[in-house]
């Protein structure tokens, strides 16, 4: 190639860098000013007190003070913090569980296959916004008001019966009650890991598959040592989006205290409350991730 070919080619390429520079640049604007400055000002607000006047906000550093605070005066810190981690333990695995099931459903061939896909994805595409509000709001507290019977909205299965029956405690019935009670905003949590789980089940070779029938393997064979395998890493994406969609959902309880404070005017306290309960979500997903890459990737990798 000439030289003048050469610097056309270069200058081709640096105008095309200028360009996608100049494209990202609203959102890299936008990063700084809304999600930056914003968690700086949050770690600066823990460790101060804040009083907001109609001068403006002033701060003084008060330094641990608001932990001690929330973990040694407040007695509902550790309860709404033991809730969201409860919360967290049954809506994981039903979640990725449930995911995974359906994605190996829709991935057979059978009439009606796109309309189902788009159908499971429904949810994420409506999932913020009044809508989403009032479909919570339906089918939790104000059943009643909407015309389901009280009887068949909670009294169908009767769990506390049955886990006495077979001498369980309290503590097992109360989990199980949690995870029946939200089990259609499990059900409805569950698109995108749908499709990351549909992504990977078409990335697995047909071979493997034609092979396993050959020897004459049975579908559960198939599923644990073939489909399994090959989805370990994609489990380990979905597992760690389900995680930080968890830990961050509105409707913790850890989130709505901390919001219903903010939304009050205080400041402070909740930004202690969300920093803390962010070292312990960070500590909780770091060791199932070291679980699941321990005992899974490493197994199947090796």
């Known amino acids: 190639m000439s030289k003048s070919k050469l610097k056309k080619a270069r200058g081709i390429e640096e105008l095309k860098s200028r360009y996608g520079f100049f494209f990202v640049l609203p ?17 600066i607000y823990s460790f101060c007190s804040v009083v ?35 919360s967290f333990a049954y809506s994981l695995p039903i979640i990725l569980v449930l995911s995974l099931i359906l994605a190996i459903m829709l991935n057979q ?36 008001e909407m015309g389901v019977s009280a009887g068949m909205a909670s009294g169908m299965i009767k769990v506390e019966d049955l886990t006495s029956a077979l001498n369980m405690g309290t503590e097992v019935a109360t989990f199980i009650s949690n995870a029946i009670n939200n089990i259609f905003n499990l059900v409805w949590s569950c698109g995108i890991q749908i499709v990351l789980f549909l992504a990977g089940l078409q990335s697995i ?25 090959m989805l370990s890493r994609i489990t380990l994406l979905v597992g760690i989006f389900t995680m930080v969609e ?12 901390v919001y219903g404070k903010m939304r009050g005017g205080q400041y402070d306290i909740p930004s202690a409350m969300i920093w803390f309960y962010f070292i312990a979500a960070c500590a909780i997903m770091g060791i199932l991730i070291l ?12």
């Open 52 to 86: 907001v006047t109609s001068d403006g906000v002033k701060t003084t550093w008060v330094g641990l003070e608001n932990y001690k605070e929330i973990l040694k005066v407040d007695p509902k810190y550790t309860t709404w913090l033991t809730e969201s981690i409860t």
């Open 27 to 43: 959102w890299i604007i936008g990063l700084i000013m809304f999600f930056f400055i914003p968690i700086i000002q949050s770690i």
């Open 205 to 229: 070779p047909s071979t493997l598959y034609e092979a396993s029938k050959v020897e004459g393997a049975t579908k559960w064979e198939e599923f644990w040592f073939i489909t399994f395998p």
């Open 291 to 302: 679980l699941f890459y321990k005992f899974i990737l490493k197994r199947y990798e090796a």
């Open 246 to 257: 968890l830990f961050i959902n509105e409707r913790a309880p850890m989130i709505e205290q």
């Open 109 to 144: 061939n059978f009439r009606g296959r796109v309309f189902f896909r788009a159908l499971y994805f429904l949810p994420v595409i409506i999932a913020t916004g009044k809508v989403m509000s009032y479909v919570f709001t339906t089918t939790d507290e104000n059943l009643v």
